[in-house]
């Protein structure tokens, strides 16, 4: 049994479909040079392993990736991370888009992506298609979501989660009768009447298990489970996004029901969100808890030495694989795998995503007969409220925070988005810059 108490539904029968965004312009440049499921997180994570594991979490291990820009460093991470034996059947596979002699266009959206691999996806046998977003935070058990989808006799379920009226406003909104189908559904409503007329009623919170009598709307979380067949119909057309054309139009003419559910859910997908969550892991009791071994989230083997601190003064902060942290202050602080921090250092509202490999010594004194500093971030800076990209050189006696500036500025050596500083991947900070 679940832990809601439904019996949970053998997902053998489910195919699982990744949604990996377009060019991923709101977490630029983060995703300059990488698609958005290939964004590091956590320290040792990438994006996409959530997804992964919550299918792996709920015996979904059919799992393609649908992507379109900057896939190498997605692809990589794949192929070296999630190998299944051969006796599973599972696999995970990314579907870039490609040209075609029939078809020479991009994915024009979420649906458009699903039909143009959907005959790769009919090829196997499956009842449900299970199509998921590659940029949220939150652990899910798929096996409920799949069961209510049976017992309901639904065509289409909708994961949905209450939020408050400020989060309602940007996010799409459903309303729902008794027997939790859909009725209808808003795309970010800004009016107070239109939303006044889509609160969820108080005397059903309880119905719904939610507690207390708030003021609460259902949000979409952008995960739907279709029937084989209701996906081939609603896709035999040239619609092209399934939250703006294909689900308010499926809501009129099929049985479309709501998923509600109670956890944690966070949209990465913008760099601020993905600035703040990441902030949040550091917290003594982070509303994400990578350390829930009941449902792991997996990613890739590194076999990294153990992090090395030499005199460290160290507060809230996740210190990943393989860094050496000397005499330096940091507070709040994620810092990535193989980081190399210098003496009196500060770092302060820091997401550090870290290297992606050690540094020789002929590449140091090679830099250093340049000017520039070795990869990682030198002695005596001074750095608040910044991202700092994979392979990153920040030199000695640097200063970085956003304070003073605009919330949005591109720079040479940095840029600025929703208030965040970004030091780009691969970038140079000279000893000595005050940002």
């Known amino acids: 049994m679940s832990r809601t108490g439904r019996q949970t539904t053998n997902t053998s029968n489910a195919l699982c479909v990744i949604m990996g965004g377009g060019q991923g312009s709101r977490l630029f ?39 379109q820009f900057n896939s190498t460093s997605l692809h990589r991470h794949i192929s070296q991370s999630y190998k299944f034996d051969q006796f599973t059947g599972g696999f995970v596979d990314v579907l870039a888009a490609q040209q075609t ?34 940029d949220q935070l939150y652990r ?13 006799g639904a065509d289409i379920t909708i994961a949905t989660i209450p939020v408050g009226r400020a ?41 719904l298990d939610i507690a207390g ?34 689900i308010p139009q499926a809501i009129q003419t099929h049985k479309v029901f709501s998923y509600v559910f109670q956890g944690y859910w966070e949209d990465i997908g913008t760099i601020r969100s993905f600035f703040e969550a990441n902030l949040d892991l550091c917290s003594e009791l982070p509303r994400f808890n990578f350390f829930d071994m009941s449902a ?8 990294l030495p153990g992090s090395k601190i030499n005199g460290a003064q160290i507060d809230h902060a996740l210190v990943s694989d393989g860094c050496i942290i000397n005499h330096a202050k940091i507070s709040n602080s994620i810092i990535g795998l193989r980081t190399i921090v210098g ?45 700092i990209d994979k392979n990153a050189r920040v030199g000695n006696n640097v200063v970085i925070s956003p304070a003073g500036k605009p919330e949005n500025l591109d720079h040479p050596l940095y840029f600025i988005r929703d208030g965040v500083v970004i030091i780009p991947k691969g970038g140079t900070i000279p000893h000595g810059t005050v940002v």
């Open 296 to 303: 792991p989230i997996f990613s890739r083997p590194r076999f």
């Open 101 to 134: 002699p029939t078809d020479t266009s991009w994915y024009e959206g979420t649906a458009d992506a699903v039909r143009k691999n959907l005959v790769n996806f009919l090829n196997h046998d499956f009842e449900y298609l299970i199509i998921l977003s590659g």
């Open 29 to 67: 440049p983060l995703t300059k040079e990488r698609s958005k499921p290939a964004v590091p997180l956590g320290g040792k994570y990438r994006i996409v392993d959530i997804p992964i594991s919550n299918c792996i979490n709920s015996g979904l291990r059919r799992i393609y990736i649908l992507t």
């Open 343 to 387: 003496e009196g250092t500060q770092l302060h509202r820091v997401v550090n995503l870290g290297c992606d490999y050690y540094e020789s010594n002929s590449s140091i004194e090679y830099h250093e007969k340049a000017g520039k500093p070795r990869i990682g971030i030198g002695s005596g800076s001074r750095i608040e409220n910044a991202i």
């Open 140 to 152: 899910m058990n798929f096996r409920e979501v799949v069961a209510q989808h049976a017992e309901s």
């Open 213 to 246: 009598d708030r003021e609460l709307f259902l949000a979409s979380m952008g995960i739907y489970v279709f029937n084989r067949d209701v996906i081939r119909a609603l896709l035999d057309n040239t619609l092209s996004d399934f939250g703006k054309h294909i």
């Open 167 to 207: 989060d309602a406003q940007s996010l799409g909104i459903m309303q729902i009768n008794e027997e939790r189908r859909i009725t209808r559904f808003v795309e970010k409503p800004k009016d107070p009447t239109v939303l006044d007329s889509l609160r969820l009623p108080a005397d059903w919170h309880p119905k």
